[in-house]
């Protein structure tokens, strides 16, 4: 692991002495590979967290995504994560919500419980010309459901946008990652539909289960800019435990998640997201907005500013209510690297009146190639 930390800070420092712009490197007129190389470190100063300390912590991310274009319809697609280090998401930090979303060192083995590394994604897709009515996008193998649900214009982007995962998708929409399924996208018009389906895998910790989601999406433009519109909603089979711990209950969940721009230089955005409460859930409800400011305000067109705001409550666990506040700047060094400053404010209120607080101060570099 120490030899690949060397190598890909290696890779970052040619990455950011390049003059090339940013694309996916063509390396067959059929066969490319594009990707994130994501370096952060972040600081939390904590008050009223006993057993917890302030204390900083790094991690290193690099994902590439393989891309075989078989015809003009048919695709083949792998993704790769290899990480170095858990930041402060380990264990480090007091509070259910992790700092960073990425996906790190711990995420990127053992996949899935099927004893898997290192690959996130892989699946086959070819697209349909449904001449009036449409084009529908169809994809299976190892998939990503928050790639079908939960996207957001403005909050959707752990490496270019907000840190904190509960202002990356929804924590109450419970989506799974890179395990096996298929989904499907049906473009008409403005309209845009998508439904995904996968089955989770068991391992020693969780007996699997089914997932399902779908989402209906509508895109227009009211003059001041274009805005996006959704509504996902999601379930399980019955396969996790009550509150009492007695029988087998489902999760369901929906999402409303909203983008919309205002004129050149603002956007803002907003998300709700409920689930049911029937199994064990540390939030039912979220409530989430910010805003994103353009750097073309002072002259930097490719920076942006971002404030975003979250509160989540209503959970049958210890934690009565947890809230995020978070702000970053991304100064874009140039056409495919930026360096980001990020402040999170967190605080958990737990049922037993304790309520860990803090700051977690950020630094992220992002070479996309």
């Known amino acids: 692991m120490k030899r690949m930390c060397v190598l890909l800070f290696i890779l970052f420092g040619v990455s950011l002495g390049s003059g090339s712009t940013a694309a996916a490197l063509e390396i067959t007129?059929?066969?490319?590979?594009?990707?994130?190389?994501?370096?952060?470190?972040?600081?939390?100063?904590?008050?009223?967290?006993?057993?917890?300390?302030?204390?900083?912590?790094?991690?290193?991310?690099?994902q590439p995504t393989l891309r075989l274009q078989l015809t003009d319809r048919?695709?083949?697609?792998?993704t790769l994560g290899f990480a170095a280090g858990n930041g402060l998401n380990d264990g480090q930090s007091p509070?259910?919500?992790?700092?960073?979303?990425?996906?790190?060192?711990?995420?990127?083995?053992?996949?899935g419980g099927r004893d898997r590394d290192y690959l996130l994604t892989a699946w086959y897709g070819r697209q349909f010309d449904l001449g009036g009515i449409g084009q529908l996008e169809v994809t299976g193998g190892l998939i990503d459901a928050a790639d079908f649900l939960d996207d957001n214009a403005f909050a959707n982007d752990e490496f270019g946008q907000f840190m904190n995962e509960a202002l990356v998708n929804s924590p109450t929409a419970f989506l799974p990652a890179f395990d096996l399924g298929g989904g499907l996208q049906w473009e008409i018009g403005n309209w845009t539909t998508r439904a995904v389906v996968m089955n989770i895998s068991s391992n020693e910790e969780d007996p699997g289960y089914h997932f399902y989601g779908a989402q209906l999406g509508y895109r227009m433009d009211l003059g001041m800019g274009a805005g996006n519109y959704r509504l996902a909603?999601?379930?399980?089979?019955?396969?996790?435990?009550?509150?009492?711990?007695?029988?087998?209950?489902?999760?369901?969940?929906?999402?409303?998640?909203?983008?919309?721009?205002?004129?050149?230089?603002?956007?803002?955005?907003?998300?709700?997201?409920?689930?049911?409460?029937?199994?064990?859930?540390?939030?039912?409800?979220?409530y989430s907005a910010g805003i994103d400011i353009k750097g073309a305000l002072w002259n930097r067109q490719e920076d942006n500013i971002g404030i975003g705001f979250a509160l989540l409550d209503g959970g049958n666990t210890e934690i009565d209510q947890s809230q995020v506040a978070e702000i970053y700047y991304r100064c874009a060094?140039?056409?495919?690297?930026?360096?980001?400053?990020?402040?999170?404010?967190?605080?958990?209120?737990?049922?037993?009146?304790?309520?860990?607080?803090?700051?977690?101060?950020?630094?992220?570099?992002?070479?996309?190639?």
Do not use: C
């Not at 007129?29 to 204390?55: C, M, N, R, V, W």
């Not at 999402?255 to 409920?274: A, C, K, P, Y």
């Open 29 to 62: 007129d059929k066969l490319s590979i594009e990707g994130d190389l994501a370096a952060a470190y972040q600081y939390q100063s904590l008050s009223k967290a006993p057993g917890f300390d302030d204390t900083g912590r790094g991690a290193l991310v690099f």
């Open 74 to 78: 048919d695709v083949i697609q792998a």
């Open 95 to 111: 509070f259910v919500l992790v700092p960073w979303a990425a996906d790190l060192e711990a995420d990127v083995k053992n996949i």
């Open 233 to 286: 909603v999601m379930g399980t089979n019955k396969a996790f435990e009550s509150p009492t711990g007695q029988g087998d209950q489902s999760l369901i969940g929906a999402v409303l998640s909203f983008d919309q721009e205002i004129g050149e230089t603002f956007g803002v955005w907003m998300r709700l997201g409920w689930q049911d409460d029937d199994a064990v859930v540390l939030h039912r409800n979220l």
């Open 333 to 369: 060094l140039n056409d495919y690297t930026a360096l980001s400053l990020n402040f999170q404010y967190q605080e958990d209120k737990d049922k037993d009146g304790s309520k860990p607080r803090g700051l977690i101060s950020g630094v992220r570099f992002v070479a996309s190639f």
